[in-house]
């Protein structure tokens, strides 16, 4: 097992830097993508299992791709065609197969358009990203078998309905890239909202999504969405300190206190966005990051430009007509029209948003506001049974509390 | 790596459709005509026919015995087999190296609507 979190944190970045290269190398060589995942998980384990005990590797990556090449040819002769595959693979040590296009070619595999978006992520992390699918479970709070089945079920689909191993062509780059971006997003939330700084045995994903995001700023440099999308990450994350209080609960983005907030990485997530637009017309990760630095470079909470940030949220309504973004603008109109607006803008997305608990939190501000306490103390009840997050839970329970 | 394109469409505009002046649909037919064209010259598209109106469908429904073999009764009802609002007007097999081209294809089919896109077994793979 492993010692402590510090060490966890360690081997997963150790991981994440060699599987997705190793995976990668391996699809392209033998055409097999269960078999190349399946190989480097081994691998995975078997260091967890090693490691801990008698160190990591004076070159973790060679060690990884020794026992990650023997799992595979162990694999393949069970096979029918092994011996060409067997010659494909002992022709060549495992780390020269690998070209830096193909970790993209992987990354375009697990997030493609055919598969569940739950599938997209889990495989994402564990063929990219290198995690275990015990670490992937404890990470998104699920179970190991969901995780485990959900994974064969992919790479059945993958293998069953041909989706190949290869880069999507020019006129289809952007729409693809839109599903890579999007799951690295959602990676980024679900670690930014469960997490309040590393815990023992979970890995941190909104370190990984970062670290994917940047990745990909590499790897497609002429895109201007993955700096926008790297810049709004970095931005969030700049001012995770201020997030949480002493004991846990959540600090409201109004209520933080500022001093906290990392200035200097502010300032370089805005440099990042300052690239982006010159490479192209703006996309909505980077409109996302621009609200986010607006909010971000204001002197207080109060002082934010309001009219700049609904007039940002209508740029970024016109790209992607979102309700979330909808809810969001609704929050910056309060300031500038008012609360009866803003819960008139919110009212109109009862149909697409009665299932997420944000909308009935800020409908219940907004009625608040209004002095209809009755109709809100019964929105932040709705909230409350939306949500699982103990610290979103615990702001609720406080509001219905304070009344 | 062979596949099914099933286009399916909404009943109502199916029925619309038939109604439409005759050169309108003649040149709607002439553009499905010349994508089958096309992708048959080259070599991609091996076969397919459109179907005739679901509600000329009929409905099989084989009777199931203890074991779960079929145990010769049938119930047989008007009508396709899915109640849903959409329906299949139509289908081609086509041969293609990839998912991702079978995507191409479907993006380029001019009669509009939904394509569903599902890979052939082997019959004799269990």
């Known amino acids: 097992m492993i010692a402590d979190s510090t060490e966890a944190v360690e081997l997963g970045a150790i991981f994440r830097d060699h599987a997705g290269r190793l995976v990668a190398g391996l699809v392209r060589r033998i055409g097999d993508f269960d078999l190349a995942e399946e190989s480097v998980q081994e691998a995975v384990i078997e260091a967890l299992d090693h490691w801990p005990r008698e160190g990591v590797p004076e070159r973790p990556g060679s060690w990884l791709a020794a026992v990650a090449h023997r799992k595979a040819l162990d694999r393949i002769r069970r096979q029918v065609r092994y011996r060409e595959k067997v010659a494909e693979l002992t022709s060549r040590p495992l780390e020269s197969y690998v070209e830096p296009e193909d970790r993209l070619r992987l990354m375009f595999v697990c997030c493609h358009p055919a598969l569940s978006r739950d599938a997209q992520v889990a495989l994402t992390l564990r063929a990219v990203l290198g995690m275990t699918t015990a670490e992937i479970a404890r990470a998104l709070v699920t179970s190991e078998a969901a995780i485990a089945q959900r994974i064969v079920r992919a790479k059945r689909k993958i293998d069953a309905a041909g989706i190949a191993y290869h880069m999507p062509d020019d006129s289809e780059l952007i729409e693809r890239l839109e599903h890579l971006l999007a799951v690295i997003y959602l990676l980024f939330n679900e670690g930014y909202l469960t997490t309040s700084g590393p815990e023992p045995l979970r890995r941190d994903l909104a370190e990984d999504a970062d670290w994917l995001a940047a990745l990909l700023t590499r790897l497609l440099p002429t895109q201007p969405e993955p700096l926008g999308l790297l810049a709004l990450i970095r931005i969030q994350r700049a001012r995770s300190a201020a997030r949480f209080d002493g004991s846990g609960d959540i600090v409201l983005f109004d209520h933080q206190d500022r001093s906290l907030w990392d200035r200097e990485a502010i300032a370089a997530a805005i440099k990042l966005i300052e690239r982006a637009a010159q490479l192209g017309p703006p996309g909505p990760y980077q409109v996302q990051a621009a609200i986010a630095a607006l909010y971000a470079e204001a002197p207080s909470f109060d002082r934010t430009d309001w009219t700049q940030a609904v007039l940002l949220y209508d740029l970024l309504i016109r790209l992607d007509p979102s309700p979330v973004a909808r809810l969001n603008r609704a929050i910056a109109l309060e300031r500038v029209a008012g609360a009866g607006a803003a819960l008139a803008a919110v009212d109109e997305l009862a149909g697409d948003l009665a299932p997420y608990y944000l909308f009935h939190a800020t409908r219940g501000r907004f009625l608040d506001e209004l002095g209809r306490g009755d109709e809100a103390a019964s929105a932040y009840r709705e909230a409350r049974a939306l949500t699982a997050n103990p610290a979103e839970r615990a702001l609720l329970e406080r509001r219905l509390a304070g009344r | ?126």
């Open chain 2, 1 to 126: 790596m062979k596949y099914m394109l099933m286009f399916a469409g909404n009943e109502e505009y199916f029925d619309a459709f038939r109604s439409f002046p005759e050169d309108v649909q003649k040149a709607a037919l002439a553009r499905v005509d010349n994508w089958s064209k096309e992708h048959s010259a080259a070599g991609r598209l091996l076969e397919g026919h459109r179907l005739q109106p679901a509600s000329t469908a009929t409905t099989v429904r084989l009777q199931h015995g203890q074991d779960g073999t079929p145990n010769g009764k049938a119930l047989i009802t008007d009508g396709p087999f899915i109640d849903a609002k959409e329906r299949i007007g139509g289908y081609v097999i086509i041969d293609v190296p990839d998912l991702d081209a079978a995507i191409a294809m479907a993006r380029t089919w001019p009669a509009g609507g939904t394509i569903e896109i599902r890979p052939l077994a082997d019959l004799r793979e269990a």
